[in-house]
């Protein structure tokens, strides 16, 4: 059985990309019923160098649809700008980013793979790799290391989430095509 580049990536994204309209809604219904004020979830880091709780959505848009748009053009350059300020900013956000997945083909997918995409920061290229180790060697585990950095935030805080609260359905966008 072939396993290809969209299989190995549209699905698991999906999937937890599913799992983070839970997480928020958990988020906000802690902070609605006292224990905590929405300030102190939207404020909350893992360190002090990290990035505060709505970033990490921004960065799992970035690392999903986001990138999608960014690597047919041939570079992918982050967006450090729209960071969501309130709770049904980051539902949007999601929203935005399995739409853009909902909506990508085997093909588009596929025509990435052998293309080389350029990683620009700060209008300079960084690193240059293959569209396949693109979206499964920097887009995936970005997009991995930031949903769970927003589940961490939250148990840290004190939020009632469980594995299934961050895994999502995997039998859903999993095994659909």
């Known amino acids: 059985m072939a396993f290809d580049l969209y299989a190995a990536f549209v699905p698991t994204i999906r999937q937890l990309l599913g799992a983070l309209p839970g997480l928020v809604d958990k988020a906000e219904a802690?902070?609605?019923?006292?224990?905590?004020?929405?300030?102190?979830?939207?404020?909350?880091?893992?360190?002090?160098?990290?990035?505060?709780?709505?970033?990490?959505?921004?960065?799992?848009?970035?690392?999903?649809?986001?990138?999608?748009?960014?690597?047919?053009?041939?570079?992918?350059?982050p967006d450090f700008t729209d960071i969501p300020t309130n709770w049904a900013a980051m539902h949007e956000m999601i929203s935005a980013a399995d739409r853009r997945m909902a909506s990508v083909t085997p093909d588009e997918i596929d025509?990435?793979?052998?293309?080389?995409?350029?990683?620009?920061?700060?209008?300079?290229?960084?690193?240059?790799?293959?569209?396949?180790?693109?979206?499964?060697?920097?887009?995936?585990?970005n997009f991995q290391f930031h949903a769970t950095t927003f589940y961490g935030i939250l148990r840290m805080k004190g939020v009632s989430l469980g594995k299934r609260d961050y895994m999502g359905n995997p039998a859903g966008p999993m095994f659909q095509r």
């Open 30 to 77: 802690f902070a609605a019923d006292g224990s905590c004020s929405d300030a102190d979830l939207l404020d909350a880091r893992l360190a002090e160098d990290m990035w505060p709780l709505p970033w990490h959505i921004r960065a799992c848009w970035m690392h999903s649809g986001y990138a999608l748009d960014q690597l047919a053009g041939g570079a992918f350059t």
């Open 111 to 141: 025509a990435l793979a052998d293309r080389n995409i350029d990683f620009v920061l700060g209008e300079e290229t960084r690193f240059t790799l293959p569209g396949e180790r693109f979206l499964l060697g920097f887009n995936m585990p």
